[in-house]
Every structure is written in structure tokens, then in C-alpha cells.
């Protein structure tokens, strides 16, 4: 790490769309982060992953260099490479023979460029996004009822709703602080009120009033009821229907015939009738409703509808784009907003414009100066990679994702991908799951060595910084796609020398959309690039300082009802797979893990996949708390760790997104899941998924602990997890072993006879292994192996490797995996900030009869940071009061 500064630098966090501002200063101890009190989006707050993002910025796992076929390269022959075999793919079976696969990780700038290449350039619109797994169904469905994809609202609105519905979102876990920033305006006023309608009883649901455990799917039935008994007690706005609106009629008329009557709409949801009737009483009671939602709308066959469900609520009561009141849709990832901004999903063009619009087409080919332009929507995400299987497109450059993890059906994509003739990866990280496909890896520079834009969910712009310098030979994504642009030909227009250049021609094609009518227009910023504030668009003239709420006051058209019908999701559970499968993320995980996954401080609060499941569903399949369970679907298979909770809606079962087969060996959430879409957006069914769970039994259950990363070939199931100075792996095995000591010895890399410092307890008969060698004074290796997943505690004893010098008491009870002294056993970290674990807060909240998360935090410290575990500890509470 080369500190280019030695100052404070103002950039934006790289996870989640809430866009939060950071500072980050380099000191000679690394790198330190803080919330930036001044950025509008958190005023100083960060989550326990931006709090956690400086230990984020090793280069151990970097690609520094470009790579073909595995061997390092020159950036000549790189870019010459990948240049040379687009060009030849595209000469001898047409432009829509290679495409594009990027992602709203990339800048705003990056995203320009690669959309320009390809849909000015290489004339096909062959460019698809992780968006279109993200919120493409909001897309579409804003398109449908605005005629352009708008947020109308901001965050401000969440805090003056005096009634906030949550949608399919698991804010609390997903997007923190703004999670707290809900909760605390719900502190000041405590007549406010959340709702949160969600299959689980999430963190998020805990701390709504109300929360509807919907059965998955029938979000539509739920809105349609909505819509009709807002009609039937008389609570429309009819005057703004008649001046704003169209096609009121036709999707009241489908409400009432959809959801005749209560007790239809409860029983088609899966609720109790007064649950419904108490949401319904609420919406219609309450002017100031902001309805906001995320991946439990998008991510579903009905996800548009879903989407105009939502929106034909606000519209027929005229709640949309005024202070307090409005639909908001959340954006996942730091940029998915400026993605859409710059046209990067396969159906769009760019700055908002439309591709089947021949008029919008010829202006932004005029402007571009481009020798073609893009006139039919390229190939979505899920059926790219079908074309790319079926041979249909033969060169793919994927950037900022790695659909081999996070794609529906990761087993085909897998296979359309070693059939690719030509498979270029942009990435920071060197071994992802992606990189074993890549003919050519590029190295582009991480979070704090790029500088660019990106835009949160509430449309508001934010610069992020560089704060270090480029290490190896990593380069920005824009110059990388500029270069290959340039060697294919079209130089003249791709000569950028900054970000900077690209945001300004950026701007000046927004100016267009502008003049168009869109309501994406940046054509009034003045400030220089390097001074840009955090502002929300539109910014023109009518708006110097840019916009926080789109009013709809007339002007830009009618806004428009969609008459939509509940759907079933089109795979129903049956016989052979009974259960349906939900996914989604956890609090302390980002994706892939390739940047959470390296700090020990973000996996000690979940390390390992799960399957999370009612206990009346786990105790009718055999399946046993904290033991393995086996996953199967039409489409794949995988492993992961049985949680019982009664949070789980029953017929349901839930696994996290996040491990890859890099990090963990059959944990892989989307080798389960089917490739279904919605018809409209493309949108994958990443919710629901019919399965099957059962017992899984292997012969042996352990796990090992460790200074240096092993290799575990022999075990059926194995999951890494970073601790303090050592690497932790939980194991299971299918072969009987009975040479355990040969084998621990081996893994600890002891060759000769001597036992010194080996401590070991052998059960041969009962299968029992355990040992631990100690070099000196220092622990530097543990293996405990059983017949079942019944093993001690790891916190404890992998707490042990951060210390220089055993005490006696430590050594005399390491083999039993537990302290002497219940005091010093932490239990599982809860609160990541402060590293407090479950056993103590348990203990201090017993001893202390603590009944509020605030005397813990005064107490403890827990939760007194960035509060993702608030609802946590209020967990704790409630069950320690029980
Ligand atoms: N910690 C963390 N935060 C993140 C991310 C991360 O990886 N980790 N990723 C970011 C990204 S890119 C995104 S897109 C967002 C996603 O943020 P969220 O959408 O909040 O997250 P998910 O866990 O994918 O899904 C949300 C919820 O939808 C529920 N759900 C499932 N089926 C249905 C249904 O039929 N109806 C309803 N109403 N709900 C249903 C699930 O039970 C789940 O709790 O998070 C962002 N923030
Ligand atoms: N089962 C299931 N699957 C899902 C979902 C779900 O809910 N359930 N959610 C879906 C959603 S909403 C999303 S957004 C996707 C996310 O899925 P992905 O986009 O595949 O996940 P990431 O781990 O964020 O991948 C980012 C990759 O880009 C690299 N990277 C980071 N920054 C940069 C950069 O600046 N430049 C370059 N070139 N590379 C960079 C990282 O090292 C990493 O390898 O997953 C989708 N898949
Ligand atoms: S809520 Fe957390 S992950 Fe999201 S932007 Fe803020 S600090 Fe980053
Ligand atoms: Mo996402």
C-alpha cells in the first residue's frame, strides 16, 4: 500500500446504495474510516461494513498484472489480445456475436464507456448488467407507469412518513443506515409506524409494528386488495387521478375482480384476515406513506407487476413525489442508479433516451460522432449466457461481477462458460470462481484507487476518491475498455484522459435527454469535477442546485395505472421438491465475499452457508440444529449448516447468496436456483426455488484452525473462514479415516517423529479425534474431528491464535475447546464493531436484568456504533426475559 496522501479524503462508501460518505485518512498504521458528518446520506453514520472498510485493502488476493490464458502479459499484449479477437469474432459472425456483461459496481464513467463501445461502436446492444438481477423489474415497471425510470423521493421522506411499508426488503441488514435513520425518526415521533411485508421474521421485521410473513409471491393478490378497499372507504384522490393519471379504470376493474374480498386476499397471502385488514386501515388512514422496496418485489416472475401493484396504490391516492409520501425503490448496489443513468442495461440506450426511439437513436449517434448505433435490445442477462452456451455469441467480456456465483443456475452458466471460445475478466481479485473461465484477466483498480461517480437511490451524485496509489499494474476500468476501444479502431472517440473528460460528455448527453423531456438532465452543474458536492438530479436550470422530490405536477405526461393479475410463481413446489427455496444476503457479507470475506471482524458474526428453516419442517425431515443438510433442485445440489428458526415460514427454507467455491465446497446458493425470469424485465427468480432438504451424513464432522491457508481436497464439505492471524476451516468428510494423527500432521506441515508440543485426545472406537500443537509458546494448529456436528465452540479457541504466549489455564483446557472460566468465553461475535459475542451479552443482560438495548450498549458498548445490531440485541432481550 503506497499512501498517495497524507490527508483526509472525501469519498463514498462501495457497498450498498444508501451512498454513504466516507473519510478516509492513510496513516503509516493503515488506513482509517470514518462517516463523513457532512454527506446527506448518513450525516457521519457508516454500517459495520463501512466501518469495517479499511481492513478491506490488503493485496494479498490481488491481480496486479493482466494475464492471458493464466501467464502474465503486458498491457500491450492484453489489450491487443482482446482487441484483436473482438475485432475478428465480430468480422466473421456479426456485431451481435460478442457482448458486454458489467455491473453497477463500475463508475458512472467506466459504465459510459463500455456502453458507448458497444452500442455506438460495435453496433449491437449485446451489453447486459448484474442490474438485470438487481432491479430491472423496477425499471420496467417505472417505465410503465412514468415513462421513465424515476425515484420520485428521497430519504428525507422516510424520516417525515408517519407510515413507512417495507416491501420484500430486509433494510435492517441491507441497508443499515437508513434503516436508522427510519428507526430513529420513529423514536422521535412515536405515533410513526413500519410495516414490513417479508416471507421471514427478519432483523427488519423485528423492529416493524406490523409485519406480514406473506407466503412467497403474492405480493400483487396483497396490493391489488389494497387498491380495491382503498376504492370501496373512499380514500382515492380523485382529483389527482383526473389530472395526473390514466388507466385507473381497467386496474381498478382487475383489482376487484382479482381480490373480491378480504378474507380471498388473506387466504391467497397466507395471513391472518386482521393482520391484512390492519395494514389495509393504516395505508388508507395515513396521507404521509412512503412504500419502499427492494429484491422480495424485483427478484420474481411477477416482479414488474409487482412493481405497478405498488405504484397503483400511490397513484390512486395521489401520494407520489410530496414530502413524506411516496414509492421508493432501493437500489442495491453503490451505482446500479448511474448504471441505468448511462444506459447499461441491454434494452436501454443511453441518458435515459430509449433504443426503439429512431429519433433518440440518430441524436445520441450524432453526438457520439458514431459510425452506427444499437436498433434491437441485446440479449438479457440470464439469456446471454444461454446465447453464449448455445455458441450464438463467442467472445464475452464480463467486468465488476462474477456471474459464475451469482447467476441462476451456476451450473450451466459454468458450462456455457468453458464452452466460450473467448472469455475476458475485469477484476481486482486474482482467483474468484469467474477466473478459472478466463482466457484474458485484467486487472482493474479497487475502492480508494479509482476516482469517479456514483449515484445512490435517492438520484443523488457522489464522488468517489482515490486515496491510494495504483498498485501493481492495475489500471481504471474506463482506460481499460478506452484502450481496447482505441485498438479496435474507434480512437478518435475515446481519447479520454480522466474521468473527469468522460463525465462532462456525460453531462453534455444528459443535456439532450434534457431537451427530450426526460427528467435525467444534468446540463446545469457547474461545479468542477473535482469539487462536485453530493447532489440530486435533475440539475438545469430550473433546478441549479438539483432536486430532492420529483413533484408531478403535469408537464411530462400522464402518469399510468397498470392493471395487473396475481400470478403463482411459475415453478410450484411439489412431491419431489416440497419446499421452496428463498435467497438473499446476510448483514456482515457483500456479495462474493471477495472483499467481507477478508475480515475477520465481518465473518465471526455468520462464517458459514446455511439453510435457515422452520423447526416443525426441520424435525418432520430428521434434520438436527447446527448439523449438515444435503439441498437438491432440478438444477443443482449444494451443502450448508441447518438453522432452526421459528422466524421461517413454514414450507420455506432460506440460503445466503454469498459463498463461492473458492471460499466454501458445495455452498454455492445459485447451483440451486432456477433460471425462471419475469416476462417483462428479465429479472431471475432468485426468491423462489422448489427443493429438497434432507439429513446430510457424513462419517466425520470437524474443523481445523490455522497460521497458513490449507488445502482440504479429502473433504466432502469445507468453508473458509479468516480469523485473527489464522484461517479457520469447518469440515465434514464422506471416507472413513482412521490415521488421524498422520493426517493432522500432515495439514500442519510436521514431518519428523518428535511430539513436542503435540497435544492430542484419541478415541479411536467412538471416532473421536482431537489435537493441537503448540511451537513454544504459541498455538499453531487445532484439528477436532467427531462422528457429529456436536463439537465445541471455535470463537474461543481461534481467539487463541491472536495471542503471542499461552497462559497455563489455556493450554490445560484447550483440548476440551472450552475456558476453565466461563467469563473468558465470548460465544459467537453479535456486535462486529465492538466484537462482542452472544454469551457475553447473554450473561451481562441475566446478571444485570438489563431490559433495553441501551442499558446493553452503556453497559457493553455493543450495538453503540453503527447499530446494525440493534435488532439483534433486542432479540437477546425478549428471549432472555422469556
Ligand atoms: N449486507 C449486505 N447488504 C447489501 C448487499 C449485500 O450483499 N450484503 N447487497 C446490496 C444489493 S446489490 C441489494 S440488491 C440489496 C438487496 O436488499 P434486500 O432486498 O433487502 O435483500 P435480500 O436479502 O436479497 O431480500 C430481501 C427480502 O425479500 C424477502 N422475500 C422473498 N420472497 C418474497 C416475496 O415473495 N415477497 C416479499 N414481500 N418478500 C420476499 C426475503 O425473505 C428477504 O428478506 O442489498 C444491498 N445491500
Ligand atoms: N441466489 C441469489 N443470487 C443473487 C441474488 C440473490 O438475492 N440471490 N442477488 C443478485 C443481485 S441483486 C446482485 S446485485 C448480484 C451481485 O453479484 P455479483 O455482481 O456477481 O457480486 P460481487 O461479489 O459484487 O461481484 C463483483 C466482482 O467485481 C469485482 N470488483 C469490485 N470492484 C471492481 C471494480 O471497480 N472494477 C472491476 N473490474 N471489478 C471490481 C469484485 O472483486 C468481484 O469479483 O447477485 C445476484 N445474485
Ligand atoms: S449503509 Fe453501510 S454498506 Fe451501505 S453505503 Fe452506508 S456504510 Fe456502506
Ligand atoms: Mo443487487
Known amino acids: 500500500m503506497s499512501p498517495i496522501v497524507q490527508r483526509t479524503v472525501r469519498t463514498t462508501c462501495p457497498y450498498c446504495g444508501v451512498g454513504c460518505g466516507v473519510l478516509a485518512t492513510v496513516t503509516d498504521a493503515g488506513v482509517a474510516i470514518q462517516g463523513d458528518p457532512d454527506h446527506p446520506a448518513n450525516f457521519g453514520r457508516l454500517c459495520s461494513k463501512g466501518s469495517a472498510l479499511g481492513e478491506t485493502l490488503s493485496l494479498d488476493s490481488r491481480l496486479l498484472h493482466p494475464e492471458i490464458g493464466g501467464i502474465r502479459a503486458s498491457w500491450d499484449e492484453a489489450l491487443d489480445t482482446v482487441a484483436g479477437r473482438f475485432r475478428e469474432t465480430i468480422e466473421r459472425h456479426g456485431p451481435d456475436s460478442v457482448a458486454f456483461y458489467v455491473s453497477g459496481q463500475l463508475l458512472t464513467e467506466d459504465y459510459y464507456v463500455a456502453n458507448k463501445l458497444m452500442k455506438g461502436f460495435i453496433g449491437s446492444a449485446n451489453i447486459d448488467t448484474n442490474s438485470r438481477l438487481c432491479m430491472s423489474s423496477t425499471v420496467a415497471g417505472h417505465k410503465r407507469a412514468f415513462g421513465e425510470d424515476l425515484v420520485p423521493g428521497c430519504y428525507e421522506d422516510l424520516e417525515r412518513a408517519d407510515l413507512v411499508v417495507l416491501v420484500g426488503s430486509n433494510t435492517a441488514w441491507c441497508h443499515p443506515v437508513l434503516f436508522q435513520r427510519l428507526l430513529a425518526a420513529r423514536r422521535a415521533d412515536p405515533k410513526r409506524r413500519i410495516v414490513c411485508i417479508d416471507p421471514r421474521r427478519t432483523a427488519t421485521a423485528e423492529s416493524a409494528d406490523l409485519h406480514l410473513a406473506i407466503r412467497p409471491g403474492s405480493d400483487v393478490l396483497l396490493f391489488n386488495g389494497l387498491l380495491h378497499y382503498l376504492r370501496h372507504n373512499d380514500r382515492l384522490d380523485f382529483d389527482f387521478i383526473e389530472r395526473h393519471t390514466e388507466g385507473y379504470a381497467a386496474a381498478l376493474g382487475t383489482a376487484r375482480e382479482t381480490a373480491p374480498t378480504l378474507p380471498a386476499v388473506a387466504a391467497g397471502c397466507g395471513l391472518a384476515e386482521s393482520d391484512v385488514a390492519q395494514f389495509y386501515r393504516l395505508f388508507a388512514a395515513t396521507e404521509r406513506t412512503v412504500t419502499l422496496w427492494s429484491q422480495g418485489v424485483n427478484q420474481s416472475t411477477s416482479g414488474t407487476d409487482k412493481v405497478n401493484a405498488i405504484l397503483n396504490a400511490h397513484l390512486a391516492t395521489g401520494r407520489i413525489g410530496k414530502p413524506g409520501a411516496g414509492p421508493f425503490s432501493l437500489t442495491g448496489q453503490p451505482n446500479a442508479m448511474g448504471g441505468r443513468e448511462v444506459g447499461g442495461l441491454a434494452n436501454q440506450l443511453a441518458a435515459h433516451l430509449d433504443l426503439d426511439d429512431p429519433r433518440h437513436r440518430r441524436q445520441v449517434q450524432a453526438f457520439w460522432r458514431s459510425p452506427r448505433i444499437a436498433d434491437r435490445p441485446g440479449h438479457l442477462a440470464v439469456d446471454l449466457f444461454r446465447a453464449i452456451g448455445e455458441g450464438k455469441i463467442r467472445a464475452v467480456w464480463i467486468m465488476a461481477t462474477n456471474p459464475a456465483v451469482s447467476l441462476p443456475d451456476a451450473n450451466a452458466v459454468r458450462s456455457a462458460l468453458s464452452a466460450c471460445p473467448f472469455v475476458v475478466v475485469s477484476d481486482c481479485e486474482r482467483d474468484t470462481d469467474l477466473a478459472r473461465f478466463a482466457h484474458v484477466q485484467l486487472p482493474a483498480l479497487a475502492w480508494g484507487e479509482k476516482d469517479g461517480t456514483v449515484t445512490n437511490s435517492e438520484r443523488r451524485i457522489s464522488r468517489q476518491r482515490a486515496f491510494l496509489g495504483a498498485p501493481g499494474e492495475a489500471r481504471p476500468d474506463w482506460w481499460i475498455i478506452a484502450e481496447v476501444a482505441r485498438r479496435m479502431g474507434f480512437g478518435a472517440a475515446f481519447g479520454y484522459r480522466s474521468p473527469a473528460e468522460i463525465f462532462a460528455e456525460h453531462v453534455a448527453l444528459s443535456g439532450i435527454a434534457g431537451a427530450e423531456k426526460r427528467r435525467f438532465d444534468l446540463s446545469g452543474l457547474q461545479t468542477a469535477y473535482d469539487d462536485l458536492t453530493p447532489t440530486q438530479w435533475p440539475v438545469n436550470a ?270 490445560a483446557s484447550l483440548l476440551a475447546g472450552r475456558p476453565l472460566s466461563a467469563e473468558d468465553d465470548q460465544g459467537r461475535i453479535v456486535c462486529a464493531c465492538f466484537a462482542v459475542g452472544e454469551k457475553t451479552l447473554r450473561r451481562a443482560i441475566d446478571a444485570e436484568g438489563m431490559t433495553t438495548a441501551e442499558q446493553v450498549g452503556t453497559r457493553l458498548k455493543a450495538g453503540t456504533n453503527c447499530g446494525s445490531c440493534v435488532p439483534e440485541i433486542r432479540t437477546l432481550l425478549a428471549e432472555t426475559r422469556r
Not at 554 to 566: E, M, N
Not at 585 to 612: S, V
Open 542 to 811: 430550473g433546478h441549479p442546485q438539483g432536486t430532492p422530490r420529483l413533484a408531478f405536477d403535469g408537464g411530462s405526461g400522464k402518469l399510468k395505472f397498470v392493471a395487473v393479475r396475481p400470478r403463482l410463481p411459475v415453478n410450484a413446489p411439489d412431491a419431489d421438491y416440497p419446499l421452496i427455496l428463498n435467497t438473499g444476503r446476510i448483514r456482515d457479507q457483500w456479495h462474493t465475499m471477495t472483499r467481507t470475506g477478508k475480515t475477520p471482524r465481518l465473518t465471526a458474526h455468520i462464517p458459514e452457508p446455511f439453510a435457515e428453516i422452520h423447526p416443525a419442517d426441520g424435525e418432520r425431515l430428521a434434520l438436527a440444529d447446527g448439523a449438515l443438510a444435503r439441498l437438491d433442485s432440478r438444477y443443482g445440489s449444494a451443502l450448508a449448516r441447518v438453522r432452526f428458526s421459528a422466524g421461517q415460514r413454514p414450507g420455506t427454507v432460506f440460503v445466503p447468496m454469498h459463498w463461492s467455491e473458492g471460499n466454501s465446497r458445495q455452498g454455492l446458493a445459485n447451483a440451486l436456483v432456477n433460471p425462471a425470469v419475469d416476462p417483462v424485465s428479465g429479472e431471475p427468480e432468485f426468491k423462489h426455488t422448489p427443493v429438497r432438504v434432507a439429513p446430510y451424513r457424513p462419517t466425520w464432522y470437524g474443523f481445523a484452525i490455522a497460521r497458513r491457508r490449507l488445502a482440504f481436497p479429502d473433504a466432502a464439505y469445507r468453508v473458509l473462514v479468516p480469523g485473527g492471524g489464522c484461517w479457520r476451516y469447518e469440515l465434514a468428510g464422506e471416507s472413513p479415516r482412521e490415521d488421524w494423527r498422520q493426517w493432522a500432521r500432515q495439514k500442519a506441515g510436521l514431518d519428523g517423529d518428535s511430539l513436542d508440543g503435540w497435544l492430542e485426545f484419541a478415541d479411536p472406537r467412538a471416532g473421536r479425534y482431537r489435537c493441537a500443537w503448540i511451537a513454544g509458546e504459541r498455538i499453531e494448529f487445532a484439528l477436532f474431528v467427531s462422528p457429529s456436528h456436536e463439537l465445541p465452540p471455535r470463537d474461543w479457541l481461534a481467539g487463541l491464535f491472536a495471542q503471542d504466549a499461552l497462559s497455563d489455564a489455556a493450554r
